[in-house]
């Protein structure tokens, strides 16, 4: 059975007609004037259809199963939904989706993550059971038994981390290290700082690229009186060419009051459902798993329209745009510019106060 409303004029000649086309009505119940509820068989639901003609006529319940497939029907994009985001994330949580491995040697880190590789622990792979991880593990450690000296493979949700030790061979040192600072790029030298060391070149000097500033090799008149790891610092002024194109026009984008509520999946943070172009989304977070960048959300899509709007002073919002590139300016020329159709193309020249500070080593016996 089915309850239905019914409104519209001379609501008793509807009923009239119901009754004429022999259609069963089980109960009736007067609302308004011209409103009533009925319940009849579900079976009769396409005969009323055919004679509706102007009332308007909408289901309020129906009863005992054909509710439980009326709602299922109802729901079923929001079922569907449910069922393949739970698929989506079983299956997302046993793939692997990072490995870390926690130390600072490069060398032996590329050793591991090729065997790693080679094993099948790899991204966007399934994650390895316990036992064949362990047997990974051991297999790894076994072949570089002189160069590892333990070994983990932890897996933290759809992360490997991989933390190791190097075994140690102690070597005696032969020599000692020391050390020069020269000019890590071309510059003028505007301070010197120097703790250690002696200094070879005077401020407002020019220097290139790895040429020595404060020496570790201490001499008089030309002879070697002592060697010293040079510590100090060095500031000098540098220069940039900055080639900036920069648009007349920006973009503004707001929201309107036309949207659309519906259930949509977030896979990395990306919509799989998009309704506009432009949109703004407010999201209500209905699934979200701690593994897997995987979420299932209520969300209401707006549509946004995008509006141009005109820059006023060019050139200065460019030059103001390269110049967060750079601390300690001392200077700004415009090399030249050019106005295009859509955008300025302008060439400026920096000066800047920076740290040029750079080490090379030396070696004694």
């Known amino acids: 059975m089915v309850k239905l409303k019914i409104r519209g004029k001379n609501i008793y000649n509807f009923i009239n007609k119901l009754i004429k086309n022999n259609i069963r009505i089980i109960d009736l119940e007067k609302i308004k004037y011209n409103e009533i509820n009925i319940i009849v068989y579900l079976n009769d639901i396409s005969k009323i259809n055919k004679i509706m003609t102007i009332y308007d006529i909408d289901i309020i319940r129906i009863y005992g199963l054909n509710n439980i497939k009326y709602k299922i029907k109802r729901n079923n994009y929001f ?3 449910i069922i393949l985001s739970l698929i989506l994330l079983y299956i997302l949580s046993n793939i692997i989706f990072d490995i870390k491995i926690i130390y600072n040697n490069t060398k032996i880190n590329n050793i591991i993550k090729k065997e790693l590789y080679n094993n ?6 399934f994650i390895k059971s316990y036992d064949k991880k362990e047997e990974i593990k051991e297999k790894i450690l076994d072949k ?3 160069n590892i000296e333990w070994l983990e493979i932890e897996r933290i949700g759809t992360k490997y981390i991989v933390r190791l030790e190097e075994r140690k061979i102690n070597n005696p040192k032969s020599n000692m290290n020391y050390r020069d600072i020269i000019a890590k790029k071309n510059g003028i030298i505007k301070y010197i700082e120097c ?3 002696e200094i070879i070149k ?3 000097t020019y220097v290139n690229k790895g040429d020595v500033i404060i020496s570790g090799t201490i001499k008089n008149n030309d002879e070697i009186k002592n060697i010293v790891s040079s510590k100090g610092k060095v500031l000098a002024e540098t220069w940039y060419i900055v080639d900036l194109k920069y648009p007349y026009n920006y973009k503004e984008e707001i929201k309107t009051k036309k949207y659309k509520d519906l259930i949509n999946i977030k896979f990395l943070n990306k919509d799989i459902i998009k309704k506009y ?3 703004f989304d407010e999201d209500i977070i209905i699934l979200k798993s701690n593994y897997i960048p995987l979420v299932l959300v209520k969300q209401r ?3 946004t329209k995008v509006i141009n709007h005109k820059k006023d002073n060019i050139e200065k919002d460019a030059i103001k745009l390269a110049s967060k590139k750079f601390k300690n300016i001392t ?3 415009t090399l030249n510019k050019n106005y295009k159709k859509n955008y300025l193309e302008i060439k400026l020249f920096f000066t800047v106060i920076e740290d040029i500070t750079d080490y090379r080593n030396l070696w004694y016996n």
């Open 202 to 204: 005077e401020k407002e």
């Open 331 to 333: 200077n700004i020329k």
């Open 79 to 81: 079922i569907k939904a």
């Open 301 to 303: 899509q707006y549509k």
């Open 144 to 146: 570089y038994k002189e």
């Open 120 to 125: 099948g622990i790899k991204k966007y792979k």
């Open 195 to 197: 703790e250690q060391g």
């Open 277 to 279: 172009k432009n949109r």
